[in-house]
T-cell receptor, first 118, second 111 residues
Framework: NAGVMQNPRHLVRRRGQEARLRCSPMKGHSHVYWYRQLPEEGLKFMVYLQKENIIDESGMPKERFSAEFPKEGPSILRIQQVVRGDSAAYFC????????????????FGAGSRLTVL | KQEVTQIPAALSVPEGENLVLNCSFTDSAIYNLQWFRQDPGKGLTSLLLIQSSQREQTSGRLNASLDKSSGRSTLYIAASQPGDSATYLCAVNFGNEKLTFGTGTRLTIIP
């Protein structure tokens, strides 16, 4: 069981380019969460997805950011027309079920993808 | 507003000492609280999870306590080792699917 796999681990983009970050959840996990960690700040929730459904995207910026978790393949966080302020570490986490379910499904985090915008 | 605060931001202690890390939260109606460890350039490792109905959890040299009424949690590390050096994050589930994180305490154990 390889855990939560994120790639790329490091990504450099110039302003205006697109960034695509991928997350493969742990085997048996169907719930995926994306968090962003800006320099010197705590992790902030972005979006919660299940297969083919966005459940909660209240933490996503209104523009340029989108996320998907297709029936097959990894979850993808897409940032269009990147700006310097998008430079951050983006963490993906997965769980077997909702956080609010009995038994409190523990999140397993990936190692993160570090985006640098030049 | 639901917030999580960790003070101090950084802490250095000599090897072998026992230490306590603090976490406070603004809303006592929590579902659970987790302590994570983050190493530089790495992901997060879950250390302990405390349900709202529990008062403490223990794993090896780590003990986490929860006092909902005062909005506080502590992470106690016994007999500290250089390998314990990392950033420790407190995260609260306020009853939805989002974890609210503190900004962490950067711990350095001095050999």
């Amino acid at each position: 069981n390889a855990g939560v796999m994120q790639n790329p681990r490091h990504l450099v983009r110039r302003r205006g380019q697109e960034a695509r970050l991928r997350c493969s959840p742990m085997k048996g996990h169907s719930h995926v969460y994306w968090y962003r960690q800006l320099p010197e700040e705590g992790l902030k929730f972005m979006v919660y997805l299940q297969k083919e459904n966005i459940i909660d995207e209240s933490g996503m910026p209104k523009e340029r950011f989108s996320a998907e978790f297709p029936k097959e393949g990894p979850s993808i966080l897409r940032i269009q027309q990147v700006v310097r302020g998008d430079s951050a570490a983006y963490f993906c986490a997965s769980s077997r079920g909702p956080q609010s379910s009995s038994g409190a499904n523990v999140l397993t985090f990936g190692a993160g993808s570090r985006l640098t915008v030049l | 507003k639901q917030e999580v605060t960790q003070i101090p931001a950084a802490l250095s202690v000599p090897e072998g000492e026992n230490l306590v890390l603090n976490c406070s939260f603004t809303d006592s109606a929590i579902y659970n609280l987790q302590w994570f460890r983050q190493d530089p350039g790495k992901g997060l490792t879950s250390l302990l999870l405390i349900q709202s109905s529990q008062r403490e959890q223990t794993s090896g040299r780590l003990n986490a306590s929860l006092d909902k009424s005062s909005g506080r949690s502590t992470l106690y590390i016994a007999a500290s080792q250089p390998g314990d050096s990392a950033t420790y994050l407190c995260a609260v589930n306020f009853g939805n699917e989002k974890l609210t994180f503190g900004t962490g305490t950067r711990l350095t154990i001095i050999p």
